[in-house]
T-cell receptor, first 113, second 111 residues
Framework: AQSVTQPDIHITVSEGASLELRCNYSYGATPYLFWYVQSPGQGLQLLLKYFSGDTLVQGIKGFEAEFKRSQSSFNLRKPSVHWSDAAEYFCAVDNYNTGKLIFGQGTTLQVKP | EAQVTQNPRYLITVTGKKLTVTCSQNMNHEYMSWYRQDPGLGLRQIYYSMNVEVTDKGDVPEGYKVSRKEKRNFPLILESPSPNQTSLYFC??????????FGPGTRLTVL
């Protein structure tokens, strides 16, 4: 069965430091992969997506993610974190056959001044 | 503006009183879904629809119904709400190869 694992429940980084959020997936075929962000009291916003092609994907707000098939990973990165990046981040994989998005448990990012 | 709208945004109700949460999208997306979000449990899919008149159960469908009579609308129906359905609900729509647009959420409390 398809699944998504985000190993880190909480991460705290200092403002200006780099960030990497981990995501591992289990999927039989070539996956469609996504990262979403949820600010407090808000809905989810799509940060970036990977369907095929270049394994390094650029997204909004200065985020990028790298697809590594050999590691079944799709980690999210940002070179310099801003206080406004504090939020919950969700990785998701698409079951293309059903259109069903499968989400990880989420990682809460705290940014220290 | 491309968006998914949900109504109501907040609802407090009592056990057993039928309710409907509406969801509408203006992007002509094929896929629509309902999720509930609970602390410690993440996002769990309730139902999804791949097109008009095509719906299927997600991970937690018990106690919920949906319908997809028109492409733009995907209402969530709770025939007899119970306290364990107190949650934050999100509707989402996406094209077949798209990332999806989420609604703002509906916070439901069942007393």
């Amino acid at each position: 069965a398809q699944s998504v694992t985000q190993p880190d429940i909480h991460i705290t980084v200092s403002e200006g430091a780099s960030l990497e959020l981990r995501c591992n997936y289990s999927y039989g075929a070539t996956p469609y992969l996504f990262w979403y962000v949820q600010s407090p009291g808000q809905g989810l916003q799509l940060l970036l997506k990977y369907f095929s092609g270049d394994t390094l994907v650029q997204g909004i707000k200065g985020f990028e993610a790298e697809f590594k098939r050999s590691q079944s990973s799709f980690n999210l990165r940002k070179p310099s974190v801003h206080w406004s990046d504090a939020a919950e981040y969700f990785c998701a994989v698409d079951n293309y056959n059903t259109g069903k998005l499968i989400f990880g448990q989420g990682t809460t990012l705290q940014v220290k001044p | 503006e491309a968006q998914v709208t949900q109504n109501p945004r907040y609802l407090i109700t009592v056990t057993g009183k039928k309710l409907t949460v509406t969801c509408s999208q203006n992007m002509n997306h094929e896929y629509m879904s309902w999720y509930r979000q609970d602390p410690g449990l993440g996002l769990r899919q309730i139902y999804y629809s791949m097109n008009v008149e095509v719906t299927d159960k997600g991970d937690v469908p018990e106690g919920y119904k949906v319908s997809r009579k028109e492409k733009r609308n995907f209402p969530l129906i709770l025939e007899s709400p119970s306290p364990n359905q107190t949650s934050l609900y999100f509707c989402a729509s996406r094209a077949r190869a798209g990332g999806g647009v989420f609604g703002p959420g509906t916070r439901l409390t069942v007393l």
